[in-house]
């Protein structure tokens, strides 16, 4: 069960900006979609930002639009997450996720989580 590699979280204060990096490792192959999820003490874990390899379609949460921006580089199996504007509510642990399949069977793997914890 070979984990994705998060990097960039971090302490910010409100306003701030802050980019996670999350690179699959090259034996996770055939990616669908790449994509941000975060979970707050106590809460339910939800996603925020996703992006599929083919054709770079993305989604966002609504809490997180004009704000966040998810890219990605193919080549690397790497994918980005920009965040600015950041608010208290962002804070969580995020954690990157890729999907794929394997003869019509869906399988997620994550990240380790980076906390981000946006605060003055």
């Known amino acids: 069960q070979v984990q994705l590699v998060e990097s960039g979280g971090g302490l910010v204060q409100p306003g701030g900006s802050l980019r996670l990096s999350c690179a699959a490792p090259?034996?996770?192959?055939?990616?669908?979609?790449m994509g941000w999820y975060r979970q707050a003490p106590g809460k339910q874990r939800e996603s925020v930002a996703t992006i599929k390899t083919s054709g770079g379609r993305t989604d966002y949460a609504d809490s997180v639009k004009g704000r966040f921006t998810i890219s990605r580089d193919n080549a690397k199996n790497t994918v980005y997450l920009q965040m600015s504007s950041l608010k208290p509510e962002d804070t969580a642990v995020y954690y990157c996720?890729?999907?794929?399949?394997?003869?019509?069977?869906?399988?997620?793997?994550w990240g380790q989580g980076t906390q981000v914890t946006v605060s003055s």
């Open positions: 996720n890729a999907a794929r399949y394997v003869m019509g069977v869906r399988y997620n793997h």
């Open positions: 090259g034996s996770i192959f055939s990616i669908d979609t």
